[in-house]
């Protein structure tokens, strides 16, 4: 009976498990999803990493590549971001181009990387005005059960931290390029921006780390990305109204939280050997 | 029949002289500039102009009808070349906070589409779009739960606070936050940032913001009974 009510008043079965602070996954409202993080898990990428947040999986591969800089900002490397959402992921998508969350997303991990400047794009010159690193972060989803934009912000740390790039020389004089595969060099990443999201459920709830189930009956939705004890971004594009406690609130989590996830990434980033 | 706000130079100067760190710049905008479209404005804060259209409740294509509410849509044209992820994200922030503004309830199966036209964007390019968007509605008057406005704020390096920053200090700036809030209990609709900042410089920041949000919507509310005082 129970599952009927869930396909046809799927509102209702929510508010009477939320009436009694908990969520029908058997989770509090504040309480998060089991992460599981592999990090280095494809070999021909120069940085990888799987994570799974609940049902959620999102694999991020980072492949570098060689090209001249732009005129305007000779020392500048390109960092390029690229979320796909295929059908394979959920119903909700459909083959082709990407579609508006698709690159909603995109777009928001490029601000993520301008904002926090955990890889500042001058780290990726190898001889200004001649020769910068590309790299083409490639986040696939491979099952979403809501909450992705998280789950794709630990992927892209995690994956740029586990990057190591070949040492590229250029020779001043002929301009030929050489390549040193026996160096390996680890990208410089600064910082450990860690993303929290919590939704608006019914006008007045806080639920943390949503389910697909949950975001799609929420009234609205915010992102907290915090880095150490800064924050990085708050993203609250419209839905519901929230007073500025509840908000207050939402960033006192997401400090705790970022920690807990930096602490994931560290500990997962020591088990690997390269 | 457009109605024009009377902004005296003598006025526009004296405010552009005081223009402190902690006041918003000048705002003029003129309602139903356009004859085609059901409510449209231009909103101009300082330098940066937008031109706003707003077209429904009308027709919806069935792929994006909703049985029990309004499809509500938003197109954000860029001042040159093609929508890019960018745009679509900025599309997407504005289609969301109006989305919560208006009353969608009321008219299930039919479309509301709001056309936002990047006229000039010299700073606080977002909180400009909004309340154009916003002034558009009301002259369309498509019915709303409330009003929205929005407010920007560049925190520079040395942590100091300028309200609704121009380009040159939004491009210095180590952290620029966009709040909106409603008209009815103040609360925050959307905020958007970009940078790093702390906590205690996201407190200020909120809190002169909403204090500056109260001048726009009187605008709101001038220019509105100016235009129906005309038409009367």
Known sequence: ?????????????????????????????????????????????????????????????????????????????????????????????????????????????????????????????????????????????????????????????????????????????????????????????????VATTFIVFDNKLLLVDPTREEESMATGAVTIVTEGDNLCSIYKPGGTPLTENQIDNCIERAFTHGREVCRLIEDTLLSVDR | MAAFTVVKKEDLEAQQKEESVQSLRCITSELGPLTQPDGSAVFTQGDTT??????????????????????????????????????????????????????????????????????????????????????????????????????SAAVTDKGEIILDPVSRVEDEARAVLTFVFDSVDKNIVTVITSGQFSQDEYKKCLYLTKQACDNVFSFYKDSLSKKLLKSA
């Open chain 2, 50 to 151: 937008a031109l706003a259209a707003v077209y429904g409740p009308a027709d919806v294509k069935i792929s994006k009808e909703l049985i029990d509410r309004a499809t509500v849509e938003v197109i954000y044209k860029p001042k040159v070349g093609l929508p890019r992820p960018v745009d679509r994200k900025l599309e997407r922030i504005i289609k969301n906070t109006l989305e919560a503004a208006i009353m969608a309830l009321n008219h299930p199966r039919s479309l509301i589409s709001i056309v936002i036209q990047e006229t000039e964007s010299l700073g606080a390019n977002l909180a400009c779009c909004v309340n154009a968007a916003c002034m558009a509605l009301l002259d369309a008057a498509v019915s709303m739960n409330f009003m929205v406005a929005a407010v």
């Open chain 1, 1 to 193: 009976m129970a599952e009927e009510i869930r396909i046809v008043q799927p509102k209702e079965y929510y508010k009477r498990f939320l009436e009694k602070d908990v969520r029908p996954d058997n989770r509090e409202l504040a309480e998060f999803r089991p992460v599981v993080l592999n990090i280095g898990c494809v070999t021909t990428a120069e940085g990888s990493a799987l994570i799974k947040i609940g049902n959620t999986t999102v694999i991020c591969g980072v492949k570098a590549e060689l090209a001249k800089p732009d005129a305007d900002q000779p020392k500048d490397g390109f960092i390029v971001p690229n979320v796909e959402l295929p059908p394979l992921c959920s119903s909700n998508f459909r083959p082709g181009p990407p579609g508006e969350q698709a690159q909603v997303l995109s777009q928001t991990m490029a601000d993520v990387i301008a904002d926090s400047q955990c890889l500042l794009s001058e780290s990726l010159c190898i001889c200004p005005g001649k020769l910068v690193w590309v790299l083409h972060i490639d986040l696939v989803c491979l099952d979403y059960d809501g909450n992705v934009m998280d789950a794709c912000m630990v992927a892209l740390v995690s994956a740029l931290r586990n990057t190591v790039l070949p040492k590229v020389t250029v020779d001043e004089e002929t301009g030929d390029i050489q390549t040193d595969p026996t160096t390996r060099v680890p990208l410089q990443v600064t910082c450990c921006p």
